[in-house]
């Protein structure tokens, strides 16, 4: 009889179990949201131990902080939440880490370059970055041509940007429109079309589905800006004056419609015939802590 | 004359097969196999959460895959097969039979080895269907990717661990409990990864600052020579990265490990010739 009893209570204490576990975790999975949410978790073990530690595992534990790195970025991008200083911080020292157990991670070094130049203008931060891939990835010209174009497009200083444009160009592999490039930077000065080729073929070579989107994003405002600004151009040729507003575009036949930007700022002219979004590429939706 | 050669050589390889099936039973060799192969069958989710580095990424998941099945193959069943042989007393059958205790040494050492040989020709053939399924994915991240370096790597991993069973080897003959050689082995291991970070480390400018006392640097000076530098192995991150190494490297760190392997194995013999068994 005993052995009856037991056999019929262990199936009824086990379904209560398992319903108190997922009541359970559910609850878990938002407290520790709120927990992630309210401490940042902007810290990575300084490579003189991490480097130690790992033993022959580095490679592995390269990827692993990189994910972690990647992750806890990308969800501050999908949830559109402004990024502070201390987040350049935390890219520039967990890849600097990550780049000391694998000085040959370029997944790592992109990363933090177009982070950091685009999301945070910290074009120093990058650059050091790169100068260290540089120093390693020898015959890479995507190092040197990313250097060249931090130089020239956000540094806006030529004279590096075609130095390390030519650099990039006489390296194996790299493409041939490449080869020239420096020498016409010049023209292209304080226009959009650089970073529209840039953005297009490092989007070729982007496989992380979130990058890209965020990628594509940037790539359509900044065909949008490059769209507009050749319309001002056409019409300041045709009246000999800027328009007024982006509007008059639309009201004079320049173009059939303004286009929104994604990152949900507005296009304004600029005295100088540029034109600019109030959002300056950067998603302004939330606060993060 | 030549037929005790004979006899010699054949006690030898049955002393041999022996401990290949000795090994082959434990069931931590199921555990270790089953383990590195789900961290391989891991890599095939974790590469798409790249960008680029495809190749690299799988690359690091398999030989690492491979690496941690060798250590937990040499920290589990080649130190249950060595020094449980004598914590259990069971090598008073071994050594009731006609071997000499140098033979009953090389014959385990061997034995041992036979299986980690096999273990890797298996882990590397799963690992190879792993990167060739990859490949076939992502072809184009796999533009630089090199066979041949991987399987340097791979090598490199084997000259590894025919060291650190030597150290096993050694251990297990000095000390009276399998538990003292497996924290003599691990902590032999770690020393031997880390040694020449430390240095390196030491001798960089940095530490030049802080100058270190004389007889720190003289017991720094020994240890370098006595311990195993253990990272001259580590070719993985340059594999990942198809940077060729060179053949004169491979055929360095195959002396190093042979010749450190061989003078363990030595003296191993000689003081288990010495031990008093009880």
Redo the contacts between chains.
């Keep these: 009889m005993k052995k009856v009893f037991h056999y019929n209570i262990i199936p009824f204490f086990l379904i209560l179990s398992l319903g108190g576990y997922f009541l359970i975790q559910q609850n878990l999975t938002v407290k520790r949201e709120n927990y992630l949410n309210q401490s940042y978790m902007g810290y990575t073990l300084p490579s003189k131990i991490s480097g130690l530690a790992a033993l022959e595992f580095k490679g592995i534990l390269s990827d692993f902080l990189f994910l972690k790195v990647s992750t806890f970025l990308g969800d501050k991008f999908i949830k559109r939440e402004m990024l502070a200083d201390k987040h350049a911080d935390y890219i520039y020292n967990s890849v600097d880490v990550i780049t000391d157990l694998d000085p040959w991670f370029w997944d790592a070094y992109l990363f933090a370059d177009l982070l950091l130049t685009w999301d945070f203008k910290k074009i120093d931060m990058a650059n050091k970055l790169l100068f260290k891939a540089r120093e390693y990835r020898t015959n890479d010209f995507k190092v040197p041509y990313h250097i060249g174009f931090n130089y020239f497009y956000f540094l806006k200083d030529n004279m590096n940007g075609a130095k390390y444009m030519m650099e990039a160009a006489s390296l194996p592999g790299s493409p041939t429109w490449l080869n020239g490039l420096g020498t016409r930077l010049s023209v292209y000065q304080n226009q959009y079309k650089p970073a529209i080729m840039f953005l297009s073929e490092t989007l070729k070579k982007t496989h992380n589905p979130a990058l890209a989107k965020q990628m594509e994003i940037r790539l359509n405002t900044l065909i949008a800006l490059d769209k507009l600004e050749k319309a001002v151009q056409e019409y300041k040729k045709i009246f000999g004056f800027l328009p007024l507003k982006i509007t008059d575009l639309i009201d004079k036949g320049f173009v059939k419609t303004i286009p929104q930007d994604p990152y949900g700022g507005e296009f304004i002219i600029l005295k100088n015939g540029r034109v600019f979004t109030t959002s300056n590429m950067i998603h302004k939706q939330k606060k993060s802590n | 004359m030549l037929s005790g050669e004979n006899n010699m050589y054949r006690k030898m390889i049955s002393l041999i097969i022996l401990s290949f099936k000795e090994g082959v039973r434990d069931r931590a060799l199921i555990g270790a196999g089953l383990f590195s192969l789900m961290m391989m069958g891991s890599a095939l989710v974790?590469v798409?959460?790249?960008?680029?580095?495809?190749d690299?990424?799988s690359?690091?998941?398999n030989?690492?895959a491979i690496?941690?099945a060798g250590l937990l193959l040499t920290f589990f069943v080649s130190i249950n097969l060595m020094a449980k042989d004598i914590d259990k007393h069971t090598i008073y059958c071994v050594l009731s039979k006609p071997f000499s205790r140098s033979q009953y040494i090389w014959g385990k050492y061997l034995g041992i080895m036979l299986l980690i040989f096999m273990a890797f020709c298996i882990l590397t053939i799963c690992s190879s269907i792993t990167i060739l399924f990859i490949k076939s994915q992502?072809e184009?991240?796999f533009k630089s990717f090199s066979w041949i370096e991987f399987y340097k790597a791979v090598y490199a991993q084997l000259l590894?661990l025919f060291l650190l069973n030597a150290v096993v080897v050694f251990f297990s003959t000095i000390t009276t409990s399998s538990f003292i050689t497996l924290l003599f082995s691990i902590s032999t291991y770690?020393a031997g990864?880390?040694i020449e970070?430390?240095v390196v480390?030491l001798k960089s400018k940095n530490a030049m600052d802080m100058p270190l006392s004389e007889s720190i640097n003289a017991i720094i000076d020994i240890a370098q020579y006595i311990l195993p530098n253990?990272?001259v192995?580590?070719l993985?991150?340059q594999s990942?990265?198809a940077?060729t190494i060179s053949y004169n490297y491979l055929f360095a760190i195959t002396s190093y490990s042979l010749i450190y392997s061989v003078i363990l194995l030595l003296s191993a013999s000689l003081i288990f010739n010495r031990r008093e068994l009880k």
Excluded: C, G, N
Excluded at chain 2, 48 to 54: E, K, T, V, Y
């Design positions: 974790v798409s959460m790249f960008m680029r580095d495809l690299k990424v690359v690091d998941i030989l690492s690496a941690f992502y184009f991240y590894l770690l990864q880390t970070e430390v480390f253990l990272s192995f580590d993985k991150v990942a990265h940077i």
